[in-house]
């Protein structure tokens, strides 16, 4: 049974940190691309960055520079680290996991977790 959990998320105000972790089990994780996604409120969910299993990543343009996204294969655990944050990154933030023969945004979800920015 595939499983894939995030936590991390809280409240924080604008200009701070937050680290976000995703552990999955029941997948092979070292083979899997990993990405963190977002949905904030009224708004379609979007990807935020995304990262092969040879450690290449990729961001959405709105977050490079601000956020790092890494893996530890060991721990079977993707991260992302959100550095400089604004209100509009206030959102649910989802961890998928999909091995590379799987469309960009299937794969295996988490549940989400809550980051909400406040002035």
């Known amino acids: 049974q595939v499983q894939v959990v995030e936590s991390g998320g809280g409240l924080v105000q604008a200009g701070g940190s937050l680290r976000l972790s995703c552990a999955a089990s029941?997948?092979?994780?070292?083979?899997?691309?990993m990405g963190w996604y977002r949905q904030a409120p009224g708004k379609q969910r979007e990807l935020v960055a995304s990262?092969?299993?040879?450690?290449?990543?990729n961001y959405a343009d709105s977050e490079k520079g601000r956020f790092t996204i890494s893996r530890d294969n060991a721990k079977n655990t993707v991260y992302l680290q959100m550095n400089s944050l604004k209100l509009e990154d206030t959102a649910v933030y989802y961890c998928?996991?999909?091995?590379?023969?799987?469309?960009?945004?299937?794969?295996?979800w988490g549940q989400g977790t809550q980051v909400t920015v406040s002035s």
């Open positions: 998928n996991a999909r091995y590379d023969y799987m469309t960009t945004g299937l794969g295996y």
């Open positions: 990262i092969t299993p040879d450690g290449s990543t």
């Open positions: 029941g997948i092979i994780f070292s083979i899997c691309v």
